[in-house]
């Protein structure tokens, strides 16, 4: 989570989207589409070791944090602070249990 929210502060994510207008967009996005299946597939390893029921759907909805969290950091929110919030709702979401409390 805090490596592709590091990509995004560092303007990785924009380069991508500003290419997917080009003319061969499908080559993007379908690169794109691979890129985050291939992010998922170690959380969805770590989620079956811990014993997740769902590992798979848990995955994505934890991608989804990162999604929320890439849009306020390109919006201009702090990087950091949108950052540890996101890996403590991640934790939080994983475990029940809220980290450094």
């Known amino acids: 989570m805090s490596s592709q929210l590091e990509l995004v502060r560092g303007g990785e994510h924009r380069i991508v989207q500003a290419l997917a207008g080009v003319r061969d967009a499908a080559v993007v996005r379908e690169s794109a589409v ?3 299946r291939e992010l998922l597939t170690p959380l969805i390893g770590a989620l079956t070791e811990l014993g ?3 590992p798979r759907r848990t995955a994505l909805l934890l991608q989804g944090i990162v999604n ?3 849009t306020a ?3 201009g929110d702090d990087p950091g602070a ?3 919030r996101a890996v403590r709702m991640a ?3 994983i475990t029940g249990a809220t980290p450094g409390r």
């Open 73 to 75: 950091i390109e919006n």
């Open 52 to 54: 997740e029921e769902d």
């Open 91 to 93: 934790v939080t979401a």
């Open 68 to 70: 929320a969290a890439t």
């Open 34 to 36: 691979r890129a985050h």
């Open 82 to 84: 949108v950052t540890d």
